[in-house]
């Protein structure tokens, strides 16, 4: 059966390295981390933490500044954004802002006034539709770490079913010290810094960032292919490491895409550089490239990272580098690990003459497990 | 396109004013649809094994909601083939906001790494799929008052496309323990003249069949101007909780005669409105 096409049609990233393609492009191609320590006056303490500190001081607007950057980044007509859908992914959407609030007033010394107007995820696409005048139906994805690889599926079926004419995804994620803390609980947040399938990797850094994309039916550039939702069953915090359910959903990804694993220019890995995702992983991937995976890399070492948003921001951000001939590298790779023989990238790479087809992958708590193909025609 | 409804089952509380809910000292063992506290987490045991130990109330509803619906359609689900699609306005506060509160030092609350675990988005998705040993796609989805309109797309676009045979749809929400910050959540003053409620409603939804309980004759969400709130073909005993428009078309369900017709209609304060129809059906549930 033959995909229609469906076009990525403009992207937009908003992080501590800017919010243009440039930016994003020189940072990745240098090889450059966007992780440093944390502003103490956000509360969070002198933390290695984010990836967003620098040149946003919006406050508890931060969430809400973030879309509005990235949502006009698009460059949508007003026509264009009213008759579009909207796909939002998201764990904590707008609701940072209370925390931040909180996190303020407790500083100063004031008492907690309670103010948890922000509501439920939902709330996020509701801001966003209504911030930007967007008429079409609105989801708003709380997969957790997958979200917007979801929202990114489920906008293509519903596009090629005729659902909708156009659908905005929308990934975002502001750093919490709830997030914070709760990995810390969970001895899953690395205090040392963060090193993608590295034998002495020991947990993830947080980022924060909103990124957005259009897709449409039709030709163009840079297409979405398919992608395959599953769930692995195994523990609501970590996948199963024999690498089952992921190897599985990255095959479906491809068969529904009309790839072979071996048309497969590059993987980007989810790569949170905890230790049972990378091992996970990496068995994966192996298994669903019969032992000789394409070349793949980690961008969570890189904007740390930004949960229900990273799917969002590492499609439009590798993309870009896509675009520009080149796959990021995975920062602070330095040893591989016993148990695989599988080693990422390490540096910015030239993609050569490969057919440009990309598997991006993401999982996460909750067991929802993601994997769809791009092409980057240059 | 219609969809086949195998089988339907709800809680559903019959509401509270602020102030009686406030007069609880613990709102998670009051009755909601008639099912005392002790009395569901006896059921969830029955129902899921020493698995429910760990949950907290939003997630005892929503699993013991839909693994009831499951078992009363009668069905094999077929593990890869069957979708689990949760809906929720305001997701899991019974473990989000204990936990919350723990980090930010408040006194009275702990702080508990499972409570973390358990407090994302797809939580409960994750438990329900787990009981019921389902490895398909697993969503949660919010979308404040039309979040179970927002599941019954992902839903109906997934057995539309061929991805699955069957898909659990349910839509749950719960009371956040201080009723002053429940209110507040809903964007309502605190002396709001509203009853609240919580509520767990799921449907097992496949292709069109002779026993269904129901037939979903349609869905849809789309902004169109009215005013915001629940429109319904007759209304419920219900307080008022983001799962209404799930409970609504359920509770008519398990009540009408074959062939009635039943129309729901939720709009968000912007203007976000959700719209279902169904037919009951010659199947019992």
Redesign the interface.
């Known amino acids: 059966m033959t995909l229609s096409p469906i076009a990525i049609r403009a992207r937009s990233a908003v992080t501590g390295f800017g919010d243009t393609a440039a930016a994003h492009v020189e940072a990745l191609k240098a090889g450059r981390t966007g992780l440093k320590a944390t502003e103490t006056s956000r509360g969070l303490g002198p933390l290695h933490a984010a990836s967003m500190e620098a040149g946003l001081d919006a406050g508890e607007r931060r969430p809400y500044v973030l879309i509005d950057t990235a949502v006009k980044a698009l460059g949508l007509s007003k026509h264009e954004l009213k008759e579009s859908a909207l796909f939002t992914g998201t ?1 904590t959407g707008i609701s940072a802002s209370e ?1 931040i609030v ?1 996190l303020r007033d ?1 500083a100063a010394g004031l008492p ?1 006034q ?10 996020t ?2 801001y966003a ?2 911030a930007f005048g967007i ?10 770490c997958t ?1 917007t690889a ?1 929202a990114a599926v ?1 906008a293509a ?2 596009l ?2 005729g ?1 909708i004419r156009r659908a905005v995804v929308i990934g975002i994620d502001v750093l919490m ?2 997030s914070l ?3 810390r ?2 001895q899953l947040y690395s205090e040392a810094g963060c090193r993608p399938f590295d034998a002495r990797r020991d947990g993830l850094m947080l980022g924060e960032a909103c990124a957005a994309f259009v897709l449409e039916k039709g030709d163009g550039p840079v297409q979405l292919l398919d992608g395959a ?5 195994g523990h ?2 970590a996948g199963s490491t024999d690498g089952i ?1 992921a190897a599985a959903v990255m095959a479906d990804a491809l068969k529904r895409s009309g790839v072979r694993p071996g048309e497969v220019a590059a993987v980007k890995a989810h790569g949170t550089g905890t230790p049972t995702n990378d091992l996970t992983e990496l068995n994966a991937l192996s298994v669903a490239f019969d032992g000789k995976p394409p070349p793949f890399s980690s961008l969570k070492s890189t904007f740390g990272h930004t949960l229900g948003a990273s799917a969002a921001l590492e499609l439009v951000t590798w993309s870009w580098c896509a675009e520009a001939g080149f796959v990021p590298g995975t920062h602070g790779f330095q040893q591989r690990i016993a148990e695989s023989k599988l080693v990422p990238l390490i540096e910015p790479t030239p993609l050569g003459n490969r057919r440009g087809v990309h598997l991006f992958n993401a999982f996460g ?4 497990s993601v994997s769809f193909a791009v092409e980057v025609r240059r | 396109m219609s969809w086949g409804i195998k089988s339907a089952h709800a809680f559903s509380s019959p509401g509270r004013t602020p102030a009686e809910c406030a007069a609880q000292t613990n709102l998670y063992e009051v009755d909601v649809g008639g099912v005392p506290g002790p009395k569901l987490d006896a059921r969830l045991v029955e129902l899921t094994g020493r698995r429910a130990r760990r949950m907290g109330r939003f997630m005892q509803l929503a699993v013991t909601g839909a693994v009831e619906a499951a078992k009363k359609s009668g069905l094999q689900l077929p593990p ?1 083939r069957t979708g ?1 699609f949760l809906a ?4 899991n506060i019974s473990d989000l906001f204990p ?2 509160h723990a ?2 030092g ?1 006194p009275g609350f702990h ?3 499972i409570q ?8 409960g ?3 329900i ?2 009981a019921l ?12 008052e039309v ?1 179970f309109e ?1 599941a019954l ?2 839903a109906v ?2 057995l ?2 061929g ?1 699955l045979d069957l898909a659990l749809v349910g839509a749950v929400d719960v009371v ?1 323990p ?1 009723v ?3 209110l ?4 309502l003053p605190p002396d709001a003249p509203v009853k609240l409620g919580e509520g767990s409603a799921w449907w097992v939804l496949g292709p069109v069949g002779a026993d269904d309980h129901g037939v979903l004759e349609d869905v849809t ?3 169109r101007s009215g005013p915001p709130g629940l429109f319904a073909t007759r209304d419920f005993e219900s307080g008022m909780n ?1 799962a209404q428009s799930a409970l609504y078309p359920t509770l008519f369900l398990g009540t009408a005669a074959p062939g009635e017709t039943f129309e729901t209609t939720a709009r ?1 304060r ?1 203007g ?1 409105t959700g719209f279902t129809r169904v037919v009951k059906g010659a199947g019992r549930s």
């Open positions: 764990t925390e909180y407790k907690w309670a103010a948890f107007t922000c509501g439920g995820q939902g709330r696409s509701a539709a209504s008429e079409g139906p609105c989801f708003t994805y709380t997969t957790a979200s979801v489920m079926r519903m090629r079913q659902r010290k709830m803390e709760g990995f609980l969970l939702i599953h769930h692995d069953p609501i915090a359910t708590f909750g067991g929802t | 890869a689990v929720t306005g305001l997701g936990f919350s980090v930010f408040d702080v508990s790494a973390f675990a358990n407090s994302v988005g797809n939580a998705a994750f438990h799929a787990q040993g389902l490895n398909g796609p697993v969503l949660a989805v919010s979308q404040d979040s927002a797309l992902q676009t997934l539309d496309g991805d956040m201080k002053s910050d429940h507040a959540r809903l964007g969400l789309g902004f983001y968000t912007e976000l």
